[in-house]
Every structure is written in structure tokens, then in C-alpha cells.
């Protein structure tokens, strides 16, 4: 995908204040499988839409566990993303050995988006092509990140990124995305909802990013909550779950 002269090197900037690299980096984001976060006040929710790369090969893994109430969704490079989650472990358990304490969710996401920043300003390396979202409870409660190619870094009360494979050649890349981005806006989070209700209210936005309906195993589910850790749902709850999506429609 070439530009001009000044996409060559990640420390050109073009006469516009432009970073073209890390604009590629942005939109390897946009060409990865959606994800979705949302959170009440006492649990967040992470969803990511599987995709693989053949009808005969398995899907790619997009939910991490980092410590036991803490986890991430990666869209964009996984391989990326799976350098991230080493470094997220290595700096929770340092943290750990040090202060004794678990340590703040956005301590973590603050180094994803350090570390992401960095590449954006040293030549010989290239920008991280990985978006997160970093969700997880602490003492001050529950919080979703996104962090950015760009070392850019948000706290949301839910949000959605990436893009639905099937739509990857007929739609501008992050339309799909947009669509469950729409949807969370149109639609307010109870903060007194149960945790099924915010699975199902994350499940229905993941939904408007694909064109086929969802199915246990199109998706992944993984929740935290301030005495809930870190978990995977299994596909017996995640198909119950997607069901009453369908009957409520």
C-alpha cells in the first residue's frame, strides 16, 4: 500500500503532519475482527468475533487472560497482540512482587499505550499494529481501555473496534464496527443491570457487525466482575445467551 516518499520511514513527517505508518498501523486495526467492551458497576464484558482463515483451519484466539481479574481483546495483528499480553503478564507480575497488590487497570493500559507510542518515534521498528481493549476491576471499580496504534488511550463505558471478515471486501474497512459503535450509543447501559443483561446487550452489538447471525462458535465471551474473576464462558452459557438475542428480535 504505497503513498508517497514520505511513507518510508516511521520518523518522516509529511508536509500535511502526517505519520503514514502509523496511519497503516491504524488501519490494520480497522481490518481486524470486531471486538466489543461494555461495563456496569460491578462487571465488564469483552466479545470478539472469530474468524479464520479457512472453512478447515480454527479460529484465532483474541481474549487473554492477564491475572486473574484482569483480561484483554486484541484486533489487528494477533501476533502483535500476543507480544502485548507477555508484557502486560511480566508487568502485573513484577508489580505484584514488588508492592505486594494487584496492580491498577489503568497502570497497564497506560504501559500498552507507552509501549505502542515508542515505535511511533524510533527508527528500525515498526508501528504495532494491534488495537486493545483492556478490561478488569480494581479498587476504584470496573474499567474498559482501548489503546491504539498511535499510543493513544481511552476509558469507555463500552465501545467497539475492528471489522467482520465477511464484509472485509464490500464495505469501507471500520464500517462494521461503526455499526455496533451505533448501536451502543442508541443504547444506554443500566448501570443496575444484571450481568446477563450487559452479556446480551454486548452480544446484540456484536451482532450488527456481522452479517450472518452469531452462534457459539462465531463468538467468545469473557466477563470480570469486582468479586467475579476473570473468565471464559463456556459454549453451553454462550449459546443460551445468544438465544434470547434472537427470541427478543
Not at 501476533?79 to 511480566?90: E, F, H, I, P, Y
Not at 483492556?134 to 481511552?154: N, R, V
Not at 452489538?205 to 452479517?211: K, M
Not at 454462550?238 to 434472537?246: C, F, K, M, P
Request: overall charge neutral.
Amino acid at each position: 500500500m504505497f503513498r508517497n516518499q514520505y511513507d518510508q520511514d516511521i520518523l518522516t513527517w509529511s508536509p500535511h503532519g502526517r505519520l503514514h505508518q502509523v496511519e497503516y498501523a491504524m488501519e490494520a486495526v480497522k481490518q481486524g475482527g470486531a471486538s466489543v467492551g461494555c461495563k456496569n458497576k460491578d462487571h465488564a464484558v469483552l466479545v470478539t468475533l472469530n474468524r479464520s482463515a479457512s472453512e478447515l483451519s480454527s479460529s484465532q484466539r483474541k481474549l487473554f487472560k492477564v491475572d486473574d481479574f484482569v483480561g484483554i481483546a486484541v484486533s489487528g495483528l494477533t501476533a502483535d497482540g500476543t507480544a502485548l499480553v507477555k508484557m502486560l503478564r511480566s508487568e502485573n507480575i513484577s508489580h505484584k512482587f514488588t508492592f505486594g497488590s494487584h496492580v491498577d487497570i489503568s497502570r497497564l493500559a497506560l504501559k500498552v499505550a507507552d509501549n505502542s507510542q515508542v515505535s511511533t518515534q524510533r527508527a528500525g521498528a515498526r508501528p504495532s499494529g494491534v488495537g486493545t481493549l483492556i478490561a478488569g476491576c480494581d479498587e476504584s471499580g470496573c474499567h474498559i481501555f482501548q489503546t491504539c496504534p498511535s499510543g493513544s488511550i481511552y476509558e469507555h463505558e463500552a465501545i467497539a473496534i475492528g471489522l467482520c471478515l465477511h464484509l472485509m471486501l464490500t464495505i469501507a474497512p471500520g464500517a462494521r464496527s461503526q455499526a455496533s459503535k451505533t448501536f451502543l450509543e442508541n443504547n444506554q447501559i443500566v448501570q443496575a443491570s444484571s450481568l446477563n443483561e450487559l452479556i446480551v446487550f454486548a452480544l446484540r452489538a456484536l451482532s450488527e457487525a456481522s452479517v450472518e447471525p452469531i452462534s457459539e462458535l462465531t463468538c467468545s465471551v469473557a466477563l470480570v466482575g469486582i468479586n467475579t474473576p476473570f473468565k471464559l464462558l463456556d459454549t453451553h452459557s454462550l449459546s443460551r445467551l445468544i438465544a434470547q438475542i434472537y427470541q427478543e428480535v
